[in-house]
């Protein structure tokens, strides 16, 4: 279940600097510029780093498709309600997720940045 949980923290990270990205973008920011600037922030860990430059180039190709991330979601989430413990950041992170895997199950799960620049109304980078 550790391995499962630290994938989850992975992936709720992504979701956040996500977010982070969306709201900056929509403030005006350069989204090449802010991705960047991103990237040497303390609270971005190294393995974001990676996610962040794929990101700025429209690189979803998977590392670890939406499906896995998915599956690993319902796992943690069922053990959660089987121990009564809330995990409101896991089930919007899940919920998000779950959103782009109706398009495409095997983009990689920081494709979710995408899926929030477009209920953003922010179009697509080139």
């Known amino acids: 279940m550790i391995t499962r949980s630290k994938a989850v923290e992975f992936v709720i990270a992504v979701e956040a600097i996500a977010e982070a990205v969306v709201l900056g973008e929509k403030a005006g920011l350069d989204r090449e510029r802010l991705l960047e600037v991103l990237s040497k922030t303390a609270v971005v860990a ?10 700025a180039a ?16 319902e796992l943690i989430l069922k053990a959660a309600a089987n121990t009564n413990v ?28 995408r899926r929030m620049e477009e209920a953003a109304g922010i179009e697509a980078v080139p």
Not at 46 to 55: E, I, T, Y
Not at 86 to 94: D, K, L, V, Y
């Open 58 to 73: 429209n690189d979803y190709s998977p590392q670890f498709p939406l499906r896995l991330m998915n599956k690993d979601f």
């Open 86 to 113: 809330s995990m409101p950041a896991t089930e919007a992170a899940f919920y998000v997720n779950s959103e782009e895997l109706a398009g495409n199950n095997e983009k990689d799960f920081s494709a979710v940045l």
């Open 46 to 55: 190294p393995a974001h780093v990676g996610k962040l430059a794929r990101v």
